[in-house]
């Protein structure tokens, strides 16, 4: 079954401070990853887009990593800021079908305090 | 920025009551999506579109409605809503990039069943 889990579910960590969320997926064949911010009540921004032969993409102060080998991937945010409190949602497509199914994760709840 | 929008933004209406979901872009996007999501939890495909006149179901069984005549528009219509169907909806579409398909979201419609 192709699944997206993500850890950890939540998280809280102080202004300027860096964190890091993970993805582990199962989704074969593996087509890309993305990673998206969700702000409360609001639609998914699109933050980066991984294909296989990627290891690493950057965004500002977001940075994600793919492990195709061990199916992981992370997303690296330096200097946070009040602003990144948001849900990260973790989102891998297949290329079994001409649709290229996506799979969501649940998301990371990432509060950051003052 | 992505040019797809949704309206209405929030929405409480009362069981038994006929409801369309609007959702426009402008980017020329063949494929476009709808998305139920509750609170916390992982985004469900409800309907498809590869283009006009094409509409296909998802993976969550929903009572829901679509249609595809313009390549720009794709309603969600609701012929008799309950209080099962209070949740966000989120439209989405899609286009080649880079990387492979770039997914923009609307910035969801929020529906309350009382």
Redesign the interface.
């Known amino acids: 079954k192709n699944q997206v889990e993500q850890s950890p579910q939540s998280l809280i960590i102080l202004e300027g401070k860096n964190c890091t969320l993970q993805c582990n997926y199962t989704v074969s064949p593996f087509s890309n990853l993305r990673w998206y911010k969700q702000d409360t009540g609001r639609g998914p921004v699109s933050l980066t887009i991984m294909t296989f032969s990627e290891n690493t993409k950057s965004n500002g102060r977001y940075t994600a990593t793919l492990d195709a080998d061990t199916k992981q991937s992370s997303l690296h945010i330096t200097a946070s800021q009040l602003s990144d409190s948001a849900s990260y949602i973790c989102v891998v497509s297949d290329r079994g079908s001409t649709l290229g199914r996506l799979y969501f994760g649940r998301g990371t709840q990432l509060t950051v305090w003052p | 920025e992505?040019d797809i929008y949704?309206t209405p933004r929030y929405l409480v209406i009362g069981t038994g009551k006929k409801i369309t979901l609007e959702c426009s872009q402008t980017m020329g996007h063949d494929?476009m999506y709808w998305y139920q999501q509750d609170p916390?939890?992982?985004?469900?495909?409800i309907h498809?579109s590869?283009g006009v006149n094409s509409t296909e179901k998802g993976d969550l069984s929903s009572e829901s409605t679509v249609s595809r005549i313009r390549t720009e528009h794709f309603p969600l219509t609701l012929e008799s809503a309950r209080p099962s169907h209070t949740s966000q909806y989120?439209c989405?579409s899609s286009g080649q990039?880079a990387?492979?398909?770039?997914?923009?979201?609307?910035?969801?419609s929020?529906l309350t069943v009382v």
């Open positions: 992505a949704q494929k916390g939890m992982e985004l469900h495909l498809y590869y989120l989405a990039g990387s492979g398909n770039t997914i923009y979201f609307g910035e969801g929020w």
